[in-house]
T-cell receptor, first 115, second 114 residues
Framework: AQSVSQHNHHVILSEAASLELGCNYS??????LFWYVQYPGQHLQLLLK??????LVKGIKGFEAEFIKSKFSFNLRKPSVQWSDTAEYFC?????????????FGKGTTLSVSS | EAGVVQSPRYKIIEKKQPVAFWCNPI?????LYWYLQNLGQGPELLIR????????DSQLPKDRFSAERLKGVDSTLKIQPAELGDSAVYLC????????????FGEGSRLTVL
């Protein structure tokens, strides 16, 4: 069965610090990978996604993620965080072109950025 | 383009009372999902619809939960009777026909059972 593991439950950073949130998945085949973000009081929204091609994908607000197939990982990074990045971040996976399944989410990482 | 609309945003009920949540997906999205999000956890799938057909309800606790999507557009999720452990956020999402898995979420309905 597919599963997603996010290693950090709560990360606290100061503004301008660099960010890396870990995500590992368990699935035997080709996957589509996502990072969603939930800002306080708002709905879950897509941050970035990987389907195929360049394993380094760029998303909104300066975020990027790197797919490393050999490590089953899809870590999220940002070189310099801002106070407005305070949010909850979810990694999610689905088997490639799996019309019969749905996204599987990790438990999430809460990021707190102090100004 | 309007997003996924859910109501109510917040609901507080006594245990053993019934409750219902409504969702209207993005226009043209045939696939609709209900997810459950407990505090400190990621969303977990309850049920998935393709048009009006429930194609995956394996995680829906059928003794007290029910859902419907009669005309293949909006959907209702019901709990009867509610238990204390049902306190959570109920998320509705929809997706298009590209089979990428990308979901578009509503703002969620936060349920508190007292």
């Amino acid at each position: 069965a597919q599963s997603v593991s996010q290693h950090n439950h709560h990360v606290i950073l100061s503004e301008a610090a660099s960010l890396e949130l870990g995500c590992n998945y368990s699935y035997g085949g080709t996957v589509n990978l996502f990072w969603y973000v939930q800002y306080p009081g708002q709905h879950l929204q897509l941050l970035l996604k990987y389907f195929s091609g360049d394993p380094l994908v760029k998303g909104i607000k300066g975020f990027e993620a790197e797919f490393i197939k050999s490590k089953f990982s899809f870590n999220l990074r940002k070189p310099s965080v801002q106070w407005s990045d305070t949010a909850e971040y979810f990694c999610a996976v689905i088997g490639y072109n799996q019309a019969g399944t749905a996204l599987i989410f990790g438990k999430g990482t809460t990021l707190s950025v102090s100004s | 383009e309007a997003g996924v609309v859910q109501s109510p945003r917040y609901k507080i009920i006594e245990k053993k009372q019934p409750v219902a949540f409504w969702c209207n997906p993005i226009s043209g999205h045939n696939t609709l999902y209900w997810y459950l999000q407990n505090l400190g956890q990621g969303p977990e799938l309850l049920i998935r619809y393709e048009n009006e057909e429930a194609v995956d309800d394996s995680q829906l606790p059928k003794d007290r939960f029910s859902a419907e999507r009669l005309k293949g557009v909006d959907s209702t999720l019901k709990i009867q009777p509610a238990e204390l452990g049902d306190s959570a956020v109920y998320l509705c999402a929809s997706s298009g026909t590209d089979n990428t898995g990308e979901l578009f979420f509503g703002e969620g309905s936060r349920l508190t059972v007292l």
